[in-house]
């Protein structure tokens, strides 16, 4: 059995996912200051990474990424309708407040909208989340990574990370 380094080492994608991970963790986490979530999700995280299947650690790695900006106080609402207050059908988040909206509530405004990956809202059934839905939340979380934290202070997505993600959309073949 290859170690875990050698199989994250061994791929592109791969490496480009740690790649990615850690400059974004190098630019948003303050220096000296632990993150326990943080760390914790890394652990669940780059095992899986090292997996066959693609779209399923590409989406523990978005989930990863939501909690990185809920542990920096910049986690999305998406427990119900900003709109509506509803539970129900929550289909977009805004890109604006980063607070869910319903199907029905978002009417005419849904092209401005991102679409919900079903698997951000735990709905997700059986087996691997679907390519389109992984590509979608990295797209979400990168912006909001970016407009939340980084731009404040005058900078923007890393590189690495920004590199990553078109890879990953890429390579899932969209």
Do not use: N
């Not at 220096?31 to 780059?46: C, M, Q, S």
């Not at 920004?162 to 990953?168: I, K, L, Q």
């Amino acid at each position: 059995m290859q170690a875990l380094g050698a199989r994250l080492m061994d791929d592109p994608l791969r490496l480009s996912a740690l790649m990615a991970i850690a400059s974004l963790s190098t630019a948003v986490l303050p220096e000296r200051e632990p993150h326990g979530a943080v760390f914790d999700g890394l652990k669940i995280l780059l095992p899986l990474i090292a997996s066959e299947d693609m779209a399923a650690w590409g989406a523990v790695l978005a989930r990863w990424e939501l909690g990185l900006l809920q542990e920096l106080g910049f986690g999305l609402d998406l427990a119900r309708c900003a709109v509506t207050g509803s539970v129900d059908d929550l289909a977009y988040i805004s890109p604006r407040t980063g607070r869910a909206v319903s199907r029905d509530a978002a009417e005419d405004y849904a092209p401005r909208l991102f679409r919900m990956p079903p698997f951000f809202l735990g709905s997700q059934g059986q087996g691997s989340p679907e390519p389109a839905d992984v590509a979608e939340a990295l797209r979400i979380t990168a912006h909001f990574i970016e407009t939340s934290i980084l731009m404040p202070h005058g900078q923007r997505l890393p590189e690495a990370r920004a590199r990553f993600g078109s890879e990953m959309a890429r390579q899932l073949q969209l």
